[in-house]
């Protein structure tokens, strides 16, 4: 760990100087986050002002699982993505040089790539989480609040299985902005309450998609709704998709051919 350590950190600084030479672009970038992140915030409250519970939720409750969501969904753009180079460089050979290296392929294909400002961009959204926190209805323990940590670090797993997923299938496709998306759009439907969705897409979002397992699992866990049968199932669950992840990712490099060959 601390040799991967030193080289994720040296790609952070490689990030840092990328991101200081495009510094009208990188601002940007960052303020068009902000400003999508706050319209998404005033249309939860302009909800509210309508009615007084959503789903059974009340405003900073919904919020929570929309804070929630950006947190998981940072994380994973803070570890994996790299994935979002991934299609050019199998395309173009580049692969070939990641696999000569000595350090393992899979780690490079998702860290090469650190997004400095997904990292600033974290810290207002553990502020809003801890303000939040305070607002909720509900009384929060030390205990909750461990699991509710648990459980995030549960669902960054997951998402590192689902950028291995997308890896694998780029090998094979040559082309993965289509997964990618997919991944994210799917993601999305974790900002709001599963409850108001079909039984059916629940279903699917929890045992096939777990993106419920990812995002409502470490909320419900925080208000004191989510039983330890639960908590077991996301264990099983992240512990099956790292099991499938991986030995799809050995599948695919075994049929991955080099520029050369």
Known sequence: MKKYTRIWIQLLKNSFSSTLSNRIDSASYFFGKLI???????????IFNFTETFAGYSTYQVLFFFLTFNLIDILGQIFFR??????????????????????????????RLIDLLDIIF???????????????????????ILVYLFLVLLATVLSFTFHV??????????????????????????RLPPDIFPVLLQ?????????????????????????????LF????????????????????RSYSSASS
């Open 234 to 253: 996301a264990g099983v669950i992240t512990l099956l998709f790292i099991a499938v992840s991986l030995v799809l990712w050995k599948i695919a490099l």
């Open 122 to 144: 974290i810290l207002p959204i553990v502020g809003l989480l801890v303000y939040a926190g305070i607002q909720l209805p509900v009384t929060i323990t030390i205990g909750a």
């Open 203 to 231: 279903y699917i979002l929890t045992y096939g998609i777990p993106i419920i397992v990812m995002i409502a699992y470490p909320v419900n866990a925080l208000f004191g709704l989510l039983s330890v049968g639960d908590m």
């Open 82 to 111: 790299g994935i979002y180079l991934f299609s050019s460089d199998v395309r173009k050979g580049n692969f070939d040089f990641t696999l000569t290296k000595p350090v393992p392929a899979l780690f490079l294909t998702m860290s």
């Open 36 to 46: 999508r992140f706050g319209f998404f915030w005033l249309l939860i409250i302009s």
């Open 165 to 190: 997923i997308i890896a694998a299938a780029t090998i094979w496709s040559f082309e993965n902005e289509n997964f990618i998306w997919l991944y994210r759009e799917a993601m999305t439907l974790g």
